[in-house]
């Protein structure tokens, strides 16, 4: 027997069982799709969060003032005293680790912007130069806070694109003064958009020199240093070093918390691809189901044609025959239904993107891959067991039943 | 051409068991005409089935052509069903889901035979039994003595030396029965060995060479004396 003949043969016996056939592509694309959809949401979760900490740069050390102990009272309050300070000085200090390529110290208060009539609430950064390579800020005009010593305070700021729109309406902000509490700073550059990373709205943030920050709120400790090392792999040296010379500067009191960027990025990332297995773990229950209803109308279909098989011993089909046919029908099912699976699976994400377009929904290929591959296995698997016990019977047996 | 020898055929029903073929000796040379008969349930059915290559003995020999076929492998029966024996059955059974052009060509599809040649052979043969305006109807727009045709013209497709014919005017009116058994008869003629399962004595008294079929065995095996 010919193969272009057993594939015709298929189809037409696929098309004559019509209902047969659609319950069958529809249970198995349900799986498919299912699998695809909902991993696709796990994986669009995870590439979310990593895009986040990414925009910040993965060869990165955060540094801030105390120790994160689990024992609920700051270790300094038993002797009586309270954490030291993370200094300007500190930061610069840091710069001696030859891992270290760029700090930026970082102060962060809430103060009242005005300007003329129109005033509101922000927040604000006070930081140096670094801070934009290190945080890779785009800026939509002038420029950023220029080089300098960080430990000189100077009037000048730069703004978020929506205090930008909100204080100076159309007006060109570039040189004009701004008040920020109780002083006034002048405006040196906008900050372009790139919406919310890890909880600040650049948007609305103004951002002033480090030492400045310092004076208006009053508050000689940091708030963060931001550390880039040279590159990913000199993370966890660069970590160690900073230890050591912080360690060093504060008379041997390890007072600090030196955390690596990838170190919470490895948690999330572990977190949400747990998720995502989870989940696509409950996906492939249904495909299971999808498996065992294949199983039971193929099931049907064989003891359905029973006689067709004894017909076809009879006009001389061998058994191997008997059982190619039955293979060929399974397996254009099942590559049908994973096609329509996928189909319906790519029309969710696109579905889900439309929706939230800042969620990069995205099926693993993993997932798309064992869906596919279930449902053949499970479609062609289940069908080939019955067709096996049809093909055996004698051709008198299987032609005396209806 | 068809010699078996101490053909037995057992079946279990319950804890007992029933002897449907008991020690069946028949030799049949080509070309011959041969009508089994016999009450229900007398084992004829179960005879062709064996000289089918349909069922399988439980004891004894089969030769066909020379060639011992009860122990061929099932690869090897299908040839053998495939190129030596042609079918006709009681209730026609066509693939209802096929044209009538379509049932005609699946043993040739089977064989391998290419799509063109099959279609020029299937639709000379439905010529020869008179359906060429019936090709493309499916079995179930066809009336009873059409689809017996059908059946036939695909048991004939591969031009086999054996005809079996298991009550083959059982499902049909007086005239297509008489059709049908006149078109057997032709292809007899033509040199086919024709054995047909009956029990409607008008038909089985037309074959030269008549078995009668009691409890398993052949009870008479006469000729038909010539008028």
Known sequence: MKPADMLRFSIRSLTGFRVRSILMILAMSIGVGAVVVLTALGEGARRYVVNQFSSLGTNLIIVFPGRTETGGNLPGMMVGRSPRDLTLEDAVAV??????????????????????????????????????????????????????????????????????????????????????????????????????????????????????????????????ILIETRHRESLLAAQDEVRRILKERHEGDEDVTVVTQDAVLATFDRILRTLTLAVGGIAAISLGVAGILTMNVMLVAVSQRTSEIGLLKALGASGQQIRNLFFAEAALLSAMGAIVGLIIGAAGILLIRQIYPAFPAAAPAWAVVAAVVTAALTGVGFSLMPARRAAKLDPVVSLAKR | MISLTGIERTFRVGDQTVHALADVNLEIGAGEYVS?????????????????????????????????????????????????????????????????????????????????????????????????????????????????????????????????????????????????????????????????????PDLGQRAQRQLHMVDGKIDTDGIRQTS
Not at chain 2, 79 to 108: C, W, Y
Not at chain 2, 170 to 175: E, F, Q, V
Not at chain 2, 180 to 191: D, I, R
Request: some cysteine; glycine content about 10%; charged content about 25%.
């Open chain 1, 95 to 224: 710069l001696r680790s030859r891992h270290v390529t760029r700090i930026a110290p970082l102060n962060i208060g809430s103060a009242h912007l005005s300007r003329g009539r129109l005033s509101r609430e922000a927040p604000v950064l006070g930081t140096t130069h670094e801070f934009r390579d290190i945080r890779r800020l785009e800026m939509s005009q002038g420029r950023f806070l220029p080089p300098a010593d960080p430990t000189q305070a100077q009037s000048i700021c730069v703004i978020g694109q929506t205090l930008s729109r909100e204080l100076f309406g159309d007006q060109v902000p570039i040189g004009e003064w701004l008040r920020i509490g109780d002083r006034r700073f002048r405006v040196i550059g906008v900050l372009g958009s790139k919406g919310r990373s890890l909880g600040f709205d650049t948007d609305e943030l103004a951002i002033i020199p480090v030492a400045s920050a310092q004076q208006l709120f009053n508050q000689p400790s940091l708030f963060r």
């Open chain 2, 36 to 200: 089994i008969m016999g009450p229900s349930g007398s084992g004829k059915s179960t005879l062709l089935n064996i000289v089918g290559l349909l069922d399988q003995p439980s004891a004894g020999t089969y030769e066909l052509d020379g060639r011992d076929v009860t122990s061929l492998s099932d690869e090897e029966k299908a040839h053998v069903r495939r190129d030596k024996i042609g079918f006709v059955f009681q209730s026609f059974h066509l693939v209802p889901r096929l044209t009538a052009l379509e049932n005609v060509s699946v043993p040739m599809m089977l064989a391998g035979i290419g799509a063109n040649e099959r279609r020029q052979r299937a639709a000379a043969s439905l010529e020869d039994y008179g359906l060429a305006e019936r090709m493309d109807h499916r079995p179930d727009q066809l009336s009873g003595g059409q689809r017996q045709r059908v059946a036939m013209a695909r048991a004939t497709i591969m031009r086999p030396p054996v005809l079996l014919a298991d009550e083959p005017t059982g499902n049909l009116d007086r005239a297509s029965g008489h059709e049908v058994v006149s078109l057997l008869e032709q292809l007899n003629g033509s040199g086919v060995t024709l054995i047909v399962v009956t029990h409607d």
